[in-house]
Nanobody, 127 residues
Framework: QVQLVESGGGLVQAGGSLRLSCAAS????????MGWFRQAPGKEREFVAA????????YYADSVKGRFTISRDNAKNTVYLQMNSLKPEDTAVYYC????????????????????WGQGTQVTVSS
């Protein structure tokens, strides 16, 4: 069982930056692939970024590629999402998710593959 707690959301102007954090419970954090998803009002939840257990492999949605960076610190049981050049269309509730995997180089992009979810943190980008 893994518990995930997101933090770092808030209100920012377009062009600004935020860094989201997701702290995980448990002792085997590096055996979990992690992902970030978001859900805007009236829309379905969508994939944002994913990272393998080792941290060596990452993948991004086209809409955030070049602006967002996912990273993790396995010693701190934390995954991060650095968001730069924010746009109003990035406004959403952001969720982190975890899935155990034997392959620490693997990441996952489908929310159906994830077993554990945080409660979400609101990001609002004003124009």
């Amino acid at each position: 069982q893994v518990q995930l707690v997101e933090s770092g959301g808030g209100l920012v102007q377009a062009g600004g930056s935020l860094r989201l954090s997701c702290a995980a419970s448990g002792r085997t954090f590096s055996s979990y692939a992690m992902g970030w998803f978001r859900q805007a009002p009236g829309k379905e939840r969508e994939f944002v970024a994913a990272i393998s257990g080792s941290g060596g492999n990452t993948y991004y949605a086209d809409s955030v590629k070049g602006r967002f960076t996912i990273s993790r610190d396995n010693a701190k049981n934390t995954v991060y999402l650095q968001m730069n050049s924010l746009k109003p269309e990035d406004t959403a509730v952001y969720y982190c998710a975890a899935v155990p995997t034997l392959y620490r180089s693997r990441y996952f992009t489908s929310q159906r593959e994830y077993d554990y979810w945080g409660q979400g943190t609101q990001v609002t980008v004003s124009s």
